[in-house]
């Protein structure tokens, strides 16, 4: 079946610093990539995505490249802020399986980052 | 309403009692998805609803576990005989979407936090 591995946490950087998770994934079809980020009391938020092989997405400062030979979809910021510090989730949407109506995520990535 | 509304947000119950969960989806979204996020570990899904119907359920752990929306909106999340083990975080979604709903991105709840002592 489809899963999802992530870097195991918790990540502890200093503000500025350069920050990446890794997330590799198996899947039996062409899967849709995904990373979901959680603060504090709030729920899951969709950070960014990509839907095909050498698709970057960005948001906040955040980019991810699907990368197909190496099945990843590794996390990274230039520069993280303390305001960056939540619970980074790495997920997928398997066409084949389940046909994108659902999500399997990885375990998740706590990140704190202190001034 | 603005976002995707759970109540309660925390419950407390006695191993064997029965438990309702509620999910309020965003006005007009046709598909809700129930998750379960244990500690330190991703959201597990469910179940999938397109409208009324549940249209997966697939992920639900057992019989004791069943959940509802009969008016394609409110959907509530019913556990009986609640078992320590079933002690998580419990996550709704919804998606304006009719199909390849993860693609477009769920708008997720804060979840209800179940403790069964």
């Known amino acids: 079946g489809d899963s999802v591995t992530q870097m195991e946490g918790p990540v502890t950087l200093s503000e500025e610093a350069f920050l990446t998770i890794n997330c590799t994934y198996t899947?039996?079809?062409?899967?849709?990539l995904f990373w979901y980020v959680q603060y504090p009391g709030e729920g899951l938020q969709l950070l960014l995505k990509a839907t095909k092989a050498d698709d970057k997405g960005s948001n906040k400062g955040f980019e991810a490249t699907y990368r197909k030979e190496t099945t990843s979809f590794h996390l990274e910021k230039g520069s993280v802020q303390v305001s960056d510090s939540a619970v980074y989730f790495c997920a997928l949407s398997d066409p084949v399986d389940f046909g994108n109506e659902k999500l399997t995520f990885g375990t998740g990535t706590r990140l704190t980052i202190i001034p | 309403g603005a976002g995707v509304s759970q109540t309660p947000s925390n419950k407390v119950t006695e191993k064997g009692k029965y438990v309702e969960l509620r999910c309020d989806p965003i006005?007009?979204?046709?598909?809700l998805y129930w998750y379960r996020q244990s500690l330190g570990q991703g959201p597990e899904f469910l179940i999938y609803f397109q409208g009324t119907g549940a249209a997966d359920d697939s992920g639900l752990p057992n019989d004791r576990f069943f959940a509802v929306r009969p008016e394609g909106s409110v959907s509530t999340l019913k556990i009986q005989r609640t078992e320590r083990g079933d002690s998580a975080m419990y996550l709704c979604a919804s998606s304006p979407q009719a199909g390849g709903a993860a693609n477009y991105g769920y708008t997720f709840g804060s979840g209800t936090r179940l403790t069964v002592v």
């Open positions: 899947a039996t079809g062409y899967p849709s």
């Open positions: 006005s007009g979204h046709t598909a």
